[in-house]
């Protein structure tokens, strides 16, 4: 009996060549870059077009937010306003990791200590970090501490009702395979319970690092002297600046997106890739 064609022919007719990349062809990979592309030059064009048609006098152009932004950069502001905000986030979504990942484990694992503390962090969490301003002045005074203090606010309910949440959503037959093998409750939660759960807690710290970039913002406009909030309410009080206001919004855009870029990073690991299913970009 002869062999099949489709056996002999190599590959199966229809599939991508292997130096086309496993998204299929080169054309993905163009529609990726030009595609956005192609919305955000739409977007400055409607910008630019309805800023001349209303002929505004305070609504900024696209070119003069640029040029704002070079301003900035010639005055040596931009880079520590930015580098103010940064520093900002860092601390207090940092601290907010620390405390709010292994907390949230520990909720999710032990029983008894989920029924303790679930009700005062359900409490707590839907409370403003914005509310948590007059307190925070109270405390820290107009110091970096206190924009560290509304970030943390902001980053830790999130972090540690997602790592719950994870725990909790961890499919039974995996434990009872644990048991099976005879794991004890500490290799369980290190072997199966952490590997199971840390999908979900990358996509808690997305969200997480969202909101404290959107936090440092309006504390900076309030609680500090400096970082792009500060920027942003500075222009907008002395000399109505309004394209340097617009261009704190374009940053603050840029700089949160590039964040959360930089957090999906961790999500191609080996050990963390696989919850995300076969179409994750």
């Not at 086309?20 to 990726?32: C, F, N, Q, V, Y």
């Not at 040029?67 to 580098?83: M, N, Q, S, T």
């Not at 009872?176 to 996509?203: K, Y």
Request: proline share 6%.
């Amino acid at each position: 009996m002869s062999s099949s064609p489709a056996l002999e022919s190599g590959p199966e007719m229809g599939a991508a060549p292997a130096s086309l990349g496993p998204d299929g062809s080169w054309k993905e990979t163009l529609a990726r870059v030009l595609l956005p592309l192609a919305v955000g030059l739409a977007c400055l064009l409607t910008w630019h077009l309805a800023v001349r048609w209303t002929e505004s006098k305070l609504f900024p152009t696209p070119w003069e937010v640029a040029a704002g932004i070079g301003e900035l950069l010639r005055k040596g502001l931009l880079f520590k306003y930015v580098v103010a905000s940064l520093f900002r986030v860092t601390w207090g979504f940092g601290l907010a990791v620390l405390l709010g990942v292994p907390f949230g484990l520990a909720l999710g694992w032990f029983r008894r200590a989920r029924q303790a503390f679930n009700p005062l962090i359900q409490v707590l969490r839907p409370i403003s970090p914005i509310a948590w301003i007059p307190i925070a002045i109270i405390w820290f005074g107009v110091t970096d501490a206190a924009p560290v203090f509304l970030i943390f606010l902001a980053s830790v309910f999130p972090i540690t009702v997602s790592a719950m949440a994870a725990v909790r959503g961890v499919q039974p037959v995996y434990l009872r395979a644990a048991r099976n093998f005879g794991l004890s409750r500490w290799q369980m939660f290190r072997r199966v319970i952490l590997p199971a759960t840390l999908p979900q807690i990358i996509t808690g710290l997305r969200i997480a690092l969202g909101i404290a970039w959107l936090v440092v913002v309006a504390a900076e406009m309030i609680a500090a002297n400096s970082g792009l909030g500060y920027l942003i309410i500075d222009s907008r009080n002395a000399g109505k600046r309004y394209d340097l206001v617009i261009a704190g919004m374009v940053l603050i855009g840029l700089i949160g997106w590039l964040l959360d870029l930089l957090m999906r990073q961790l999500e191609h690991f080996p050990s963390i890739s696989w919850g995300y299913g076969s179409h994750h970009d």
